[in-house]
């Protein structure tokens, strides 16, 4: 079961919840913890990054910079994984995407969205491979959390509407 400490949550009004993977290995490293606000390793186990989730209330001075140009109002999740992975080949590297960190990384978007009172809709919660498509802010070719190691059948567009569908599952638990 995934918990998250009230004081990884102070008071703040945030709009979205974008989540990512690291490209890294399983373990988060020290731009992970200065990127993203909550982290998923690969033993699903969740890590609070380095910044306060208030420090993306309004992102002029320190904040943690996971999405460029959507950094104000969102919180950044992550899953330690996916390091030299490919997708023109598929190729998922040596530390492809558990299901397990999936499944985590949603329980956590799940109690953030309660924390702070954001519904699930594509446009609050979703994959920074959805952000351009979506909100129509200008990535630099991602394509993070959407990609099933486990299951290549599932395309990019599917895999944002059943994280949605799992975060809203996980809330409804809540």
């Known amino acids: 079961m995934v918990d998250i400490p009230k004081d990884w949550t102070p008071k703040a009004n945030m709009k979205r919840i974008i989540a990512h993977w690291s490209a890294g290995r399983y373990k988060p490293t020290g731009i992970d913890y200065a990127h993203y606000h909550i982290l998923v390793d690969g033993d699903a186990k969740v890590i609070k990054g380095s910044r306060s989730i208030k420090d993306n209330v309004n992102t002029t001075g320190s904040y943690a910079a996971h999405t460029k140009g959507l950094n104000s109002g969102?919180?950044?999740?992550?899953?330690?994984?996916?390091?030299?992975?490919?997708?023109?080949?598929?190729?998922?590297?040596p530390a492809p995407m558990k299901e397990v960190?999936?499944?985590?990384?949603?329980?956590?978007?799940?109690?953030?969205?309660?924390r702070y009172g954001i519904a699930v809709t594509p446009q609050t919660v979703l994959g920074h491979g959805e952000v351009q498509d979506i909100l129509k802010v200008k990535q630099n070719g991602k394509w993070d959390p959407l990609a099933f190691p486990w299951d290549k059948s599932v395309t990019p567009a599917k895999a944002g509407q059943m994280f949605r569908d799992l975060v809203a599952k996980e809330l409804a638990k809540l």
């Open 74 to 93: 969102s919180i950044g999740i992550s899953a330690c994984c996916m390091q030299d992975a490919k997708q023109a080949t598929k190729d998922y590297g």
């Open 101 to 114: 960190q999936w499944r985590a990384l949603a329980a956590v978007a799940a109690i953030l969205c309660k």
